[in-house]
């Protein structure tokens, strides 16, 4: 089973950028989709980029054209660019797999979340 573990949050000013990478413990390459959360206090969980084992992205509307996610297979390793930073974008980001072939069929995995905190 795979185990993801988040980097790269902190404090930025507004404008801003940070990215953060999801690590994972083993390949990446099976994982179908690569996704990235945040939950900010008293909201629910939202996606806001997910990226598929094609390449394939989505991103919520609210970040594109400033956040970009990837994945680096031979590093088993998913990263959120995230740029023009705006306080709104100030949440908990979890980094997100979901195996839809794994041993047991359907498999999800969280990461512990990073922080991410956009103020002046």
């Known amino acids: 089973q795979v185990q993801l573990v988040e980097s790269g949050g902190g404090l930025v000013q507004p404008g801003g950028s940070l990215r953060l990478s999801c690590a994972a413990d083993?390949?990446?390459?099976?994982?179908?989709?690569m996704g990235w959360y945040r939950q900010a206090p008293g909201k629910e969980r939202e996606l806001v980029a997910a990226?598929?084992?094609?390449?394939?992205?989505n991103y919520a509307d609210s970040v594109k054209g400033r956040f970009t996610i990837s994945r680096d297979n031979a590093k088993n390793t998913a990263y959120l660019q995230m740029n023009s930073l705006k306080p709104e974008d100030t949440a908990v980001y979890y980094c997100?797999?979901?195996?839809?072939?794994?041993?047991?069929?359907?498999?999800?995995?969280w990461g512990q979340g990073t922080l991410v905190t956009v103020s002046s």
């Open positions: 990226i598929t084992s094609a390449d394939s992205t």
């Open positions: 083993g390949s990446i390459l099976s994982i179908n989709v």
């Open positions: 997100n797999a979901q195996d839809f072939f794994g041993p047991n069929g359907y498999l999800e995995v």
